[in-house]
């Protein structure tokens, strides 16, 4: 009798311990998603010289992802050529196809409501900052290259100001610099910024907006 209940002590103590493991880890995971969400993200966008660039990472800290064009790789060694398998797979019995729900106006609402949401919250938590930009206009003769310089600066600062009751933006420059006439640009176009986001206000609208699709049964018409 002793005997069993040192055993049944004995795996007591492991399962506990066992649980203890799974608990601290659950938390570990729960507070990494938490920092992550919290965490702000960004990324470092540049055109110069005719290369576009990407830079990606969190806390200011970025490493490159994407370059257009993109460098020069040696040649790759070809790859083999894969064997058929042997024997014909036996044909598989179709399934009959699932009736979906019908698409009605109630779940159109719900769609174009919760598009706006995630639309006005994935807007609302980026922040641009750290713009660069010096462009250099140009035309066939000096005339030309006035028209132009006058036409950019006419449609652009409308438009920043517009985009500005929506956006964050933050400039270290910008310069709009008319090139008249000469045989080589002597403004060298740049540019250049910083797009920060934080993740908690896209997820937490997010599942707010797939619980109101699986509330309103939107998921249905898709799946």
């Not at 990407?54 to 490493?63: E, M, R, S």
């Not at 196809?97 to 949401?117: D, E, F, H, N, S």
């Not at 709009?176 to 920060?196: C, I, M, Q, W, Y």
Request: hydrophobic share 50%; with cysteine.
């Amino acid at each position: 009798m002793n005997v069993l209940w040192s055993v049944l002590a004995g795996i007591g103590t492991a399962l506990l311990f066992l649980l203890k493991g799974v608990g601290i880890l659950l938390v570990l995971v729960l507070v990494l998603g938490l920092l992550l969400m919290f965490c702000p993200f960004c990324a470092d966008v540049q055109w110069a010289e005719g290369i576009f660039q990407v830079k990606a990472g969190a806390l200011g800290i970025t490493f490159p992802v994407f370059r257009y064009p993109a460098p020069e790789k040696p040649e790759k060694k070809k790859k083999e050529k894969k064997k058929k398998a042997a024997g014909a797979q036996k044909p598989k019995k179709e399934a009959p196809p699932r009736q979906k729900a019908k698409l009605t106006l109630q779940i159109v609402c719900t769609i174009l409501k919760g598009a706006g949401k995630l639309t006005r919250a994935i807007i609302g938590s980026l922040r641009f900052t750290r713009i660069d930009v010096v462009l250099g206009v140009r035309g066939e003769d000096p005339a030309e290259a006035a028209r132009s310089y006058g036409r950019l600066n006419a449609w652009l600062y409308p438009t920043l100001g517009f985009l500005d009751r929506f956006l964050y933006l933050d400039f270290e420059q910008l310069r709009l610099l008319p090139d008249f006439g000469s045989a080589e640009p002597t403004v060298k176009d740049h540019v250049s910024f910083r797009v920060t986001a934080r993740a908690y206000a896209i997820v937490f609208t997010l599942l707010r907006v797939l619980y109101a699709f699986w509330r309103e049964k939107v998921l249905d018409v898709f799946i």
